[in-house]
């Protein structure tokens, strides 16, 4: 596998193999490989070999044979994934029974470039794009029938809304129908993603259960039986059928877990321990990502980090004494040389292919000047692609490369390398945005995309043509962390670094640690969380290397990554913190509802409320005849778009709390989607088993509250909610109204941002730099992020994300140095008149005027520059100039950008 170069479209061996064993699919390391399937005629029968004696790179190879190696470790992390679940298993899904019947997999297929129709929607009886398709969740999750299982899988709604929203970008005439039961966009930005889908033209989700019914012989359409609550039942005919199947456990599961000597749940999927979700039963044998249960790519990212801090506590003792140190050829100069440019133009799937003419532009390429090289590469980014930019800068004596791809952001760091290792100046490396700022946003304009993408191109070689050479230089990083916060986050993530060797300054702006978890009495999977806080707080303040400020306000944060310097009021007076990295865990607060009575009857109460009381026995609550609850209060609305992830789960949690010690008890709980996401949602179906009655309302006729009498005389609450399965209106009498009230960013959140320089989203959390590639990690570079400030979570979910905090500070303290970029400002003396103007500007301290023979000057510290350019517009005299982003090298661009042409060019069409 690793040996196999096949490129898109080159499928030689596909066409070749006889019985079509033989696939293209998608690998991590290596995003296009050939695999040989089970029924490939010499696995079965010894004949063919055919597509061995074509490969010209050897990559097939029969006569290889299982090996078995020993390999001594001191820990095993099992990160074992996740398996579709196969529709075949229940007839009724008619899965490879109907032709135009597939599974959301294969469409996902369909949707890719790689895929069986080069990106095309066709269905296969034939190959005609479908008009009309049709989406049915939950196929083999939330169903207690035989082979399906009983837990949600979590990631289903959100990858259909994907698919629709792709499918509407591929074919906008398309009709897009979603079946579903709840919409369970519980995820950071799930609920606007979900907004984004439900409001395309042609879109229509949908409530209902459905079963197919049958095959239209003569078209090979597909109908759907579903009902409505004013239509009643109906049937509908569907181009194509797309079953969004839910996530078994790993293949094998049973097996792998008694070689490994580990306990599973009754789901097959690993036993957690409710304190620590990343070990097993078995010291020194860990768990993360899908093996943990059904969890979307964010969780597996930092639950795998975390588990590597898990791992790094146990083999702290060997750190660093196995490590290689990597080594660069030398530097060749190549400032006197001709520019001899190659260019790598990525498909990026379909992100890019998909409306740009790749091929067209790789021939524009190579008519631009100094270009000597110019090639397509189906993903730049990837493994084998990096590579043969080295080795393609070396053999042909490239002296710059410009990668026209996606944005910098991410991959910057990763080009710039495949230079060194072709013994290049990194700084020689000039990346072309052709997605974000071209196909994601001409999409529909294709010619236009694909002349403004030779456009890009064309300024990025002017450009190209005037980079220098930089060099970066070594910072040395302090070993010691800040924590902010002395919440669960917080805590757990300090003893993590702590138990590494590490000094951590915890600071928490209460009295007492612990945050909002003091107020949590029990989880629905029956922790004591009091015992479990207090535990922790104990072992924070008798550890040695942590050191705790309560009490504490932040007054100032300064510094770069390495190397922050913090100042703390606190109860230990005034104190400047040193620290290499810093960690923000400020946690959350709780929305005041100012609806329902909220404050004004004191039978109306939140959940946190409601709990206290449960847990200190209060008559009033446990021996109530009814309780009402009404869930998204304060959320999912205008004012806070998003919804508060763990509600729904909290009020399934108090019911069952509240029927186990009142049987008795009328409960209600009126909701707009119940999002018991995961193995949550086998509480979700004993609360209905107890008789607790679950009411959808709309949020165009939310619920009335108001004071009354029931028929028995007693005084209750009147709660007044439209029924739309019944038609009518219900009046319910409760003694006790709960208000699921929504999680909202803590009142610090703003003021810490400002302190420590990172950003926001636009429901006020922590913004991560990268939603999936980087969870728990700023922008700025040595500040990390976990638990609630990140976003609504629960206590497992907050404390994987905890040591995955963790495990990213032990990436940082665990270098002596770290590299700073050369992209840095720099003062031309002769220029400078002291106006102070840059210095005003600069929000990094990095300028201060010295005394020099000609006066006083401005002088930038290259260890505190960030390198945004933010003096170098201020300064009227043009005195500062920011490296690599030079006057000549940016009007270079704007020179080429202007070209004449006889037509107007891509720019000014697409504006």
């Known amino acids: 596998m690793e040996y196999c170069p096949v490129t898109y479209p080159d499928v030689f061996n596909q066409e070749i193999s006889q019985n079509k064993a033989v696939h293209i699919y998608f690998s991590q390391a290596i995003p296009l490989v050939t695999y040989i399937d089970e029924s490939c005629l010499y696995l079965k029968e010894k004949k063919c070999r055919i597509c061995e004696g074509v490969c010209e ?218 304190v620590n979700p990343l070990v097993t039963n078995r010291p020194g044998i860990f768990v993360s990502g899908g093996f943990q249960g059904p969890v979307d790519i964010p969780e597996s990212v930092f639950s795998a980090s975390g588990a590597g801090s898990q791992i790094g506590q146990l083999l702290d003792y060997r750190r660093g004494k196995l490590t290689q140190e990597r080594e660069y050829p030398p530097e060749r100069d190549v400032s006197q040389e001709e520019p001899r440019i190659g260019v790598f133009v990525c498909h990026c799937g379909a992100n890019i292919s998909g409306v740009v003419n790749v091929p067209d532009t790789v021939e524009y390429c190579k008519t631009l000047p100094h270009v000597v090289h110019a090639q397509n590469q189906v993903f730049s980014c990837a493994t084998n692609s990096a590579k043969e930019i080295t080795d393609i800068t070396r053999e042909k004596g490239l002296n710059r490369v410009i990668v026209a791809a996606c944005s910098p952001r991410t991959l910057e760091p990763l080009f710039r390398d495949t230079l060194r290792e072709a013994g290049i100046n990194p700084y020689y490396y000039e990346m072309a945005n052709i997605r974000e700022h071209n196909s994601w946003v001409h999409s529909k304009e294709k010619e236009a995309a694909t002349r403004k993408a030779q456009d890009i191109i064309r300024m990025s070689v002017a450009r190209a043509c005037h980079l220098e050479p930089l060099q970066e230089f070594d910072l040395p990083v302090n070993k010691a962390a800040l924590v902010v916060g002395g919440g669960l986050s917080g805590l757990t993530c300090a003893l993590s670094i702590a138990a590494q060797g590490h000094e951590v300054h915890l600071v928490e702006k209460d009295a007492d640690l612990g945050g909002i978890a003091r107020r949590i009495h ?147 709980i009126l909701f707009r989607d119940i999002r018991t996401y995961g193995f949550k949602e086998d509480y979700y179906r004993a609360a209905s088993e107890k008789d607790v009655k679950f009411i959808r309302f709309e949020p165009t006729a939310p619920p009335r509250v108001e004071a009354g009498t029931a028929e028995d005389g007693r005084s209750v609450l009147k709660v007044t909610v439209p029924d739309y399965i019944l038609g009518k209106e219900l009046e319910l009498d409760a003694d006790v109204l709960a208000l699921a009230a929504a999680v909202v960013p803590s009142a610090a959140t703003k003021e810490i941002a400002g302190l420590f320089k990172v950003t926001l989203s636009p429901d006020g959390f922590f913004k991560e730099a990268h939603v999936k590639l980087r969870p728990v990690e700023f922008a700025t570079d040595g500040v990390y992020l976990c638990g609630a400030a990140h976003y609504p979570k629960f206590m497992q979910e907050t404390i994987n994300q905890s040591y995955g905090a963790a495990g990213r500070v032990l990436t940082l303290l665990s270098r002596d140095t770290v590299l700073a970029s050369g992209s840095v400002c720099e003062v031309d003396e002769n220029k400078c008149v002291s106006c102070g103007a840059c210095i005003t500007a600069c929000t990094y301290g990095a300028i201060e005027f010295y005394e020099t023979p000609q006066g006083r000057k401005a002088k930038v510290n290259p260890v505190l520059c960030k390198g945004d350019g933010l003096c170098n517009t201020k300064c009227a005299t043009g005195a500062i100039m920011l490296k690599h982003f030079t006057d000549e090298e940016l009007l270079s661009e704007i020179d080429a950008a202007l070209v004449e042409e006889t037509a107007p060019t891509a720019l000014e069409a697409a504006a």
């Open 522 to 668: 029990y989880t629905l999977e029956g922790l004591d969380v009091p015992a479990y806080v207090q535990d922790l707080v104990g072992k924070v303040y008798h550890h040695p290397l942590i050191h705790v400020y309560t009490g504490a306000t932040i007054t100032e944060a300064t510094g770069f990554i390495g190397s922050f310097v913090t100042r703390v009021q606190s109860d230990r007076g005034l104190s400047e913190i040193k620290h290499g990295a810093a960690v923000i865990a400020i946690g959350a607060d709780l929305y005041t509802p100012g609806e329902y009575l909220y404050g004004q009857d004191e039978r109306v109460l939140t959940h946190l409320e409601l709990e206290e009381k449960i847990a200190g026995g209060d008559e009033k609550v446990t021996g109530a005849q009814s309780l009402v609850m009404i869930q998204c209060v304060g959320c999912r609305n205008e004012d806070r778009n998003y919804c508060s992830r763990i509600c729904c789960s909290q009020s399934v949690k108090h019911a069952l709390k509240l029927k186990e010690l009142n049987p008795q008890m009328d409960i209600t």
């Open 57 to 274: 790179n050897k990559a097939i190879d029969f006569r290889q044979t299982p090996e078995k190696r020993k390999v001594k470790v001191g820990a095993v992390l099992l990160s074992l994934g996740l398996e579709p679940f196969d529709p075949r298993v229940r007839p009724e899904y008619r899965y490879g029974e109907f032709q135009n019947v597939v599974t959301s997999m294969d469409f996902e297929r369909l949707l890719s470039s790689t895929g069986a129709y080069a990106g095309e929607i066709l269905r296969a009886s034939d190959l005609k794009h479908p008009q009309k398709i049709a989406w049915i969740q939950c196929v083999g999750s939330r169903s207690v029938v035989e082979g399906n299982n009983s837990y949600c899988s979590g990631v289903c709604c959100t990858y259909t809304q994907k698919q629709v929203i792709l499918t509407k970008d591929h074919h906008p005439e398309a009709e897009c129908t979603v079946f579903h039961n709840d919409i369970r966009s519980f995820g950071k930005d799930f609920e606007r993603y979900f907004q984004r889908a439900e409001n395309l033209p042609g879109v229509r989700f949908i409530r209902s259960y459905v079963s197919i019914g049958r095959e239209i012989p003569e078209s090979k359409n597909v109908t759907i039986r579903y009902a409505t609550p004013d239509d009643g039942v109906k049937e509908e005919e569907f181009d194509l059928v797309v079953l969004s199947v839910g996530l078994n456990p790993p293949r094998e599961v049973i097996k792998l877990a008694q070689q490994f000597g580990v306990e599973l749940n009754p789901h097959q999927f690993c036993k957690l321990d409710p």
